[in-house]
């Protein structure tokens, strides 16, 4: 059975860094592409980031290009996003989600989700 946890989440500065953890169970992350999603209240879920299955191709949403990095250890099964620079609008509940084929920043083309990681910037 595919399984994602998130982890990492939590409470920080505007202009501080956190590192959160997507780790997969299951399956052989090594053959998925993941995404990282977030949604805040009252908005809808938007693309983050994604990166291949080998980790050679990743993209970036706009709001986060040059503060986020996207990156993963096939051989731990996980896959992180360091934010950096965060800003109080990166508040939200952030989730990975797992894809066979193609790397996009569409959530309505992964089928596997974690449960989600509360990411809160206030000062």
């Known amino acids: 059975q595919l399984q994602l946890v998130e982890s990492g989440g939590g409470l920080v500065q505007p202009g501080g860094s956190l590192r959160l953890s997507c780790a997969a169970s299951?399956?052989?992350?090594?053959?998925?592409?993941i995404g990282w999603f977030r949604q805040a209240p009252g908005k809808e879920r938007e693309g983050v980031s994604c990166i291949s299955y080998s980790g050679a191709r990743t993209n970036y949403a706009n709001s986060v290009e040059g503060r986020f990095t996207i990156s993963r250890d096939n051989a731990k099964n996980t896959v992180y996003l360091q934010m950096n620079s965060l800003k109080p609008e990166d508040t939200a509940v952030y989730y990975c989600?797992?894809?066979?084929?193609?790397?996009?920043?569409?959530?309505?083309?992964?089928?596997?989700w974690g449960q989600g990681t509360q990411v809160t910037v206030s000062s």
């Open positions: 299951g399956f052989t992350l090594e053959l998925y592409n």
């Open positions: 989600a797992a894809k066979r084929f193609g790397c996009t920043l569409a959530a309505s083309l992964f089928a596997s």
